[in-house]
């Protein structure tokens, strides 16, 4: 079977040479990342050549996409600030540049990259990415390299790099023409010649495949098991034991609890979606699940303020019945804004709350997962 390998699936092709395999079903999911990774892929791509963002077409661009405009607009901030420092490398900057080029055997390699220029005998290119950098992207960058090594004969070297926009960071890699074949003998070895073992972990939530895949259902089964038996549930009771476990213990265990409510979560909207397509409840050992519809009341703010005062409320008092959002109140003031005064209004706003004693910082506590 011949494979089409693009870049990006590079990453998951070496860790699992059957996530590049054709699937009995194919799905694209789609998220709120991904919707705001192709906004912002969009409002990028003329940077090179007008030297900034369209910023009067943004938001248009967020309604297009279904994203929060606030957040594109840092994200295309970010962008803008980050060319600014990276265009020397990318002279005559080509963007949104496709390459496909035939292997051996009847396999393709193929890359969409997102920024593209040479300067002597060395290829540049940059791959802008909107999520956190909490994922390992060498091997799509890697790849990117050979790619271009192989399209263009007189290249000696070829460096590819991620444009983190959240991070502000640029992570790159570089390849000779000397280490091309070591890694085509690598690629053909590893993911072409793929011998037929699945390889489960993490990297399973991010494959095309997962729904089908008998590596990945082995896994759940076994988390799931897991906790249903006591196995893993008596750690979240008794403090001192996990205390005592090692590191990589508790990362596989973090993993396992993951991957359970990522479950959990995903069968309760299942169920509840089907109960809705059917229209009949589900009753079964003396309970019922049923679809239930309620209207949330809210307060308007400026006549509720006056009503609060009758009582005789005191301010401590209604700042606890009354939450007005700091997002809410930036996107109307850069709203009523002129077009590049935006920002200012924003930050005029921010001091003048904070002058006030309005404007306060509540820490908060999050367990991320990053890269080490």
């Known amino acids: 079977m011949s494979l089409d390998l693009r870049c990006s699936a590079l990453p998951l092709a070496f860790l699992c040479g059957g996530s590049v395999r054709a699937g009995a079903l194919e799905i694209d999911e789609t998220n709120d990342q991904a919707r705001m990774g192709t906004a912002c892929h969009e409002g990028l791509r003329a940077l090179p050549a007008a030297g900034r963002i369209d910023w009067q077409g943004v938001p248009e661009l967020a309604k297009r996409h279904g994203v929060p405009e606030p957040e594109l607009r840092m994200l295309l901030g970010q962008g803008q600030k980050l060319w600014a420092q990276l265009k020397d490398s990318f002279p005559d900057a080509m963007t949104e540049a496709h390459i496909r080029l035939d292997l051996p055997g009847g396999h393709t390699l193929s890359g969409h990259l997102d920024l593209m220029g040479r300067s002597a005998r060395t290829v540049h290119v940059g791959d802008w990415k909107t999520g956190r950098l909490d994922a390992d992207y060498r091997e799509q960058l890697i790849g990117y390299c050979a790619l271009a090594l192989l399209e263009d004969d007189e290249l000696e070297a070829a460096t590819a790099g991620v444009i983190w926009l959240r991070e502000g960071e640029w992570e790159h890699y570089t390849m000779s023409r000397a280490d091309l074949p070591a890694y085509l003998r690598r690629l053909q070895r590893e993911v072409i010649d793929w011998d037929g073992t699945f390889r489960a972990g993490d990297h399973c939530r991010h494959c095309p495949r997962s729904h089908e895949c008998p590596a990945r259902h082995a896994l759940v089964r076994r988390d799931v098991a897991a906790f249903l038996g006591g196995e893993l549930t008596d750690y979240a009771v008794d ?126 506590t999050q367990l991320v997962t990053r890269r080490a």
């Open 239 to 364: 403090a001192s034991a996990l205390a005592a476990l090692p590191d990589g213990q508790l990362m596989a265990l973090l993993a396992s609890s993951d991957l359970v409510q990522e479950l959990a979560e995903r069968m309760r909207k299942a169920i509840r979606d089907l109960v809705e397509r059917r229209g009949r409840d589900i009753v079964a050992d003396g309970k019922r699940a049923t679809i239930q519809k309620s209207a949330r009341r809210h307060l308007h703010v400026v006549p509720a303020l006056d009503v609060l005062d009758a009582a005789g409320f005191t301010d401590d008092e209604k700042v606890k019945t009354i939450e007005v959002h700091l997002k809410a109140a930036h996107e109307v003031v850069a709203e009523k804004a002129p077009y590049r005064g935006k920002k200012k209004a924003i930050e005029q706003l921010d001091a003048a709350l904070t002058a006030a004693g309005a404007l306060y910082t509540e820490p908060v």
